[in-house]
């Protein structure tokens, strides 16, 4: 079976500074096992499968697999997902692209040469109990005078998020990974303008526990609902342009928008392997 293939670089303009993400289509006649399995091949944080659609208004149907799992949405995959079917000539049913995914039909829209997703409803909002956060500040080796706040911001994959105090505060987190098994922390500070500029408002990081551990370069679920939480609180406006990706040598821009009800969380996608899989 040849299948297309198409590897992106999510989030980011500069060559190989963004999240790269592995695009599988006409992935129908692949099982569970042939994708779970080309995923922890494929070795990159996530890879996704486009099948044909379940719902009648949706365009296309996505499954994510990270190399150890499958998730019901993230965001970069989805930004690159859209990027692919799209640039493969295929049409719309409506305005936006319609993706299908386990976490329900997900608006993709076109703003310029970026696309933008709307975020989706969280599943978990709301204060951190106190066991879990000490299992997180010690995973991230912070004390409690480290933190504005804590709270639960998980869309799908199962996020919490610390807010800190600057973006030097986020950047200067060096994470012990065997004391953060099973934890999807995001970390969040504000950029000081009179220092840093005004490139982006704030600098974020994302720490997976799966595996042996990792820091997911640029992560649209993870900024999705860091936008819904900081402007539903009024601590950031609006509009605002996220770095992320900094600490490990990348050059992530997430923008954000409020757009009527909807929070959009928009990017840059790059094209970077055109092939073909053979399985």
Partial sequence: MELIFRQVD?????????????????????????????????????????????????DYRVRIFTPHAELPFAGHPTL??????????????????LQECAAGLIAVHTRGQQLAFAAPPRRRTGPVGQDDLDRALKGLQLMPCDILDAQWADNGPGWMVLRLHTRDDVLAIRPDWSLLKGQKIGAVGAWDPAQEGMEAQFEVRAFVGEGQGWEDPVTG??????????????????????SQGTAIGRAGRVFVEQAGGDILIGGDVVPRIVGSLIV
């Fill in 221 to 242: 679920s993870l900024n999705a609902a860091i936008a819904q939480w900081l402007i539903e609180s009024g601590i950031a406006p609006s509009r605002y342009v996220a």
């Fill in 80 to 97: 690159g997902s859209a990027y692919v079917w799209r640039s493969l000539g295929r049409m719309v049913k409506s305005d936006v692209i």
């Fill in 10 to 58: 999510v989030f980011a303009t500069e060559p190989f500074r963004g999240n790269p993400l592995a695009v599988i289509v006409g992935a129908d006649g692949l099982s569970d096992a042939q994708m779970a399995q080309i995923a922890n091949w494929t070795n990159l944080s996530e890879t996704t499968f486009l099948l044909k659609p379940t719902h009648p208004d949706a």
